[in-house]
């Protein structure tokens, strides 16, 4: 009995311990097998992105799912590109295609040649080529990898003439729309007006440009409606505002704009609670009549724009005419054309005048005709004859305005339309009349030819009543100029112009 015991406690003793083994092995091979099947994942992967990654940094053609608008030129080398590219995007193309433009029943049709449209076909290829490639390994893969799965897309490089579709907008536009006003200021004597802003009218050009910038790079032409809108002003900030209400005073003053001279408003300096202003701004919001008085202590400029304006060309500092009604249809015609380019003329203080520049090269394009020209002691047939009237009538003019004479040459003959010693003489780019408005004020030269009578009048401001006289005089062939400067008749200068020696005509070959 003891014997059979002890094997059967012995058996299962040992089968006691058999269980209690196995289980501790079992896991560990399980993890084992699960961090080498990880293992090879990740090699795989691994594998799987450096083959990518050298694929796509090698990769010599237009990355996949790359469009020209609905294009698709994926896979295609550069070659390929640059001609699909000069055969689809050409002038030829769209020259004589047109743009409806219409604007509450107003139409414009705008012819696409004036725009000047031009398709950058090798920006546009650059663009392209290069999409998604540059110098990171990193980033060049990743972009391979988005592209299946996201497309690029891509618009033809255009460009044109914006003024000139600025322009068609602004004239379709022009009967329907209004600009919004912002606040308006008006500072009288101890007082400050407001008026409230009011609103306008516009059409979103933004929107009409893209839309035609559209159909330029689809060569899909059709029409473009400029919808106007109400459109508020700019809103007023109101710090910005009283810091430049409560400012020092501002002289007016004067500025050359676009070739115009204008009057640029002064300001008074104003005293004034900066709660009163907030307070009047909003109880501006609730007047029908859009408009408020403030009571302030204003201190007006020195120099105001209303003084400026009055005295503005307000007195004739000269005037002198010439004769040409005995000139030939052509010489005539360069006269008037000449003058037409000189009258308006406004200059600054100290700004210079080129009559050569002002008058434009003389050629068929710009309207000039042969005609007569002194050609050393010989007269000949040359392109702009007769252009030398205007500009010795002007050097006159210019004289008897007390001007500075910056270039002055006489003609190698005399001229019969001017006493000796009066005349200038241009050559293109090589001889010309020059002068500079040498007064304090700005100048305005008024020109005509009408009824064969050349007129320049200069206009200025003439505050210290300055006259000018003329004395000329000649010896041993040589004829001279003076000129005597009075202000309120007492003499203050006496200067002496260029001299003058002419030649004698070529008799004629008979």
Known sequence: MSNTKTIRDTASDSKNKKTKVTPKHAPQKQKGHMLFALLGVAVIIVAIFIFTAVYANNYSKIYPNTYILDTNVSDMSEADLNQYLSETYTTDKVNNASILLNCEGTDLLLNVNSLNVQYDNQATADSVITSGKNSNFILNTAVFIERFFKPAIYEPVISYD?????????????????????????????????????????????????????????????????????????????????????????????????????????????????????????????????????????????????????????????????????????????????????????????????????????????????????????????????????????????????????????HSLMVSYLPPGLDATIAEGVLDFRFKNSTEYPIKINASADKGVLTFTIMGYNPNNVKVEIIRSSKNGIYYVTRAVYENGTEVKREAMTSSIYGVPEKKQH
């Open 162 to 410: 914006t003024n000139v579709l600025a322009d068609a907008f602004n004239k379709v536009t022009s009967e329907h729309e209004t600009e919004p006003v912002g606040h308006t200021f008006i500072i009288g004597e101890n007082k400050v007006t407001i008026i409230g802003p009011v609103n306008g009218i516009k059409a979103d050009r933004q929107v009409a440009i893209n839309e035609a910038e559209k159909q330029i790079k689809t060569m899909l032409f059709s029409s473009i409606d400029l919808v106007p809108k109400s459109t508020e002003p700019d809103p007023l900030d109101f710090d910005v505002f009283y810091n430049w209400l409560t400012s020092d005073a501002e002289n007016s003053y004067y500025e050359k704009t676009d070739g115009k001279i204008i009057v640029q408003p002064s300001k008074a300096r104003v005293e004034v609670d900066r709660k009163v202003v907030k307070d009047a701004l909003d109880e501006l919001k609730t007047l029908e009549s859009n408009t408020i008085d403030i009571d302030a202590i204003t201190t007006q400029p020195e120099i105001t724009s209303q003084h400026l304006s009055e005295i503005l060309y307000s007195n004739q500092l000269s005037t002198y005419s010439t004769n040409f009604g005995g000139s030939s249809a052509s010489r005539a015609n360069n006269v008037k054309l000449a003058v037409s380019r000189i009258n308006g003329t406004e200059l600054m203080p100290g700004e210079e005048f080129s009559y050569d520049k002002t008058i434009l090269p003389r050629n068929s394009q710009n309207g000039y005709m042969a005609a007569p020209v002194y050609v050393g002691n010989k007269v000949e047939s040359g392109m702009g004859g007769g252009i030398c009237q205007p500009s010795s009538t002007l050097y006159v003019a210019a004289l008897y305005a007390n001007m500075e004479i910056l270039e002055r040459h006489n």
